[in-house]
Nanobody, 125 residues
């Protein structure tokens, strides 16, 4: 079994920054792509960012996060990160880490194979 554990969420004021981490453990996956998705209260889960195994491919949601969020990974540590800057109240959500057994990182929820439990990010105005 594969476990994905997110950390780094919390409460931050608008304009602030947070760095989320997702540590993978358990069964070794073969070169998984990794992604971050989020779910705000009363809304469906949405894609935020994704990265390929090598890091050569990074994908971001539209203008809502591009330029403010950066995804990265350290394969030696089995960890993927999401650096979030210039946070806005609309970024408030539960952020989920996910792994996909694909070369091209997915941007759709149902193409991810493994999920973490999520970490809450709350941005106050």
């Amino acid at each position: 079994q594969v476990q994905l554990v997110e950390s780094g969420g919390g409460l931050v004021q608008a304009g602030g920054s947070l760095r989320l981490s997702c540590a993978a453990s358990g069964r070794t996956l073969s070169s998984p792509a990794m992604g971050w998705l989020r779910q705000a209260p009363g809304k469906e889960r949405e894609f935020v960012a994704a990265i390929s195994w090598s890091g050569a491919i990074t994908l971001y949601a539209d203008s809502s996060v591009k330029g403010r969020f950066t995804i990265s990974r350290d394969n030696a540590k089995n960890t993927v990160y999401l650096q979030m800057n210039s946070l806005k109240p609309e970024d408030t959500a539960v952020y989920y880490c996910a792994a996909a057994l694909r070369r091209i990182p997915p941007t759709v929820e149902n193409e991810y194979d493994y999920w973490g439990q999520g970490t809450q990010v709350t941005v106050s105005s």
